[in-house]
């Protein structure tokens, strides 16, 4: 049986949704932010030193990060689905949209969210310098390279229905939370072709029923 250490608004929504879209028996441990931190609880570092989510266990073997646990399910159980065939124009765009979902499009996003969090966070004090320096961050680098991205994005869908092509992949997937989580940071209109894609994959019935295992999960 495969087992899904599943932390509450994370990329590991993916995962479910994937072994979803297998038609793959497995069971979800479910895992909970701290309510003021965001952060992960302790007990993930029992199962990874580092605490992060999510982590696959299957048998004897446990995978860790989500661009690799996708890669061994599909290796492992995928039997050739939700994957171009190797060769193609469409395998290599699947491979790319594979590793830039985490590589490349995560790093703004991610930035995005610290420098909004710090003035929060900041003393009394010192939060005024805080949140001039955190607002200068972030309207001088961090939107423009957002922006940058979602452009690249919408530019991107224009050329096929999906990410590698015209056949739902693996790479929809992964690249599902990028594009969730942006819509949070940065606004889509005039990106129809973005918000095409969000209402497509979230109509899919593995992705509904991915929600259902899961719980709450805030982008959806």
């Known amino acids: 049986m495969i087992t899904v250490h599943h932390l509450n608004n994370s990329r590991s929504q993916r995962v479910l949704w994937l072994l979803e879209e297998l038609g793959l028996d497995y069971q979800v441990k479910r895992y909970e932010r701290d309510a003021k931190t965001m952060l992960a609880p302790a007990e993930l570092r029992a199962i990874h030193p580092l605490g992060k989510s999510p982590v696959v266990d299957d048998g004897e073997v446990r995978v860790a990060e989500t661009g690799a646990i996708v890669e061994y399910l599909l290796d492992t159980h995928g039997e050739g689905r939700l994957r171009p065939t190797p060769g193609t124009a469409e ?38 310098i805080v949140n001039a320096v955190s607002n200068k961050a972030q309207e001088g680098f961090i939107d423009p390279q957002i922006a940058a991205h979602v452009a690249y994005w919408e530019a991107e869908l224009s050329k096929s229905a999906w990410f590698a092509g015209d056949q739902f992949s693996a790479a929809d997937i992964m690249m599902s939370f990028p594009l969730e989580a942006g819509r949070s940071r940065a606004p889509y209109d005039g990106r129809p072709r973005i918000e095409a894609f969000l209402a497509a994959i979230h109509a899919r019935p593995a992705y509904q029923r991915a929600l259902e295992r899961g719980g709450p999960y805030a982008y959806a």
Do not use: D
């Open 91 to 128: 395998a290599r765009r699947y491979t790319y949209w594979l590793h830039y979902a985490e590589g490349s499009a995560m790093t703004p996003l991610l930035l995005k969210l610290v420098f909004g969090q710090l003035p929060k966070r900041a003393p009394g004090l010192v939060k005024p």
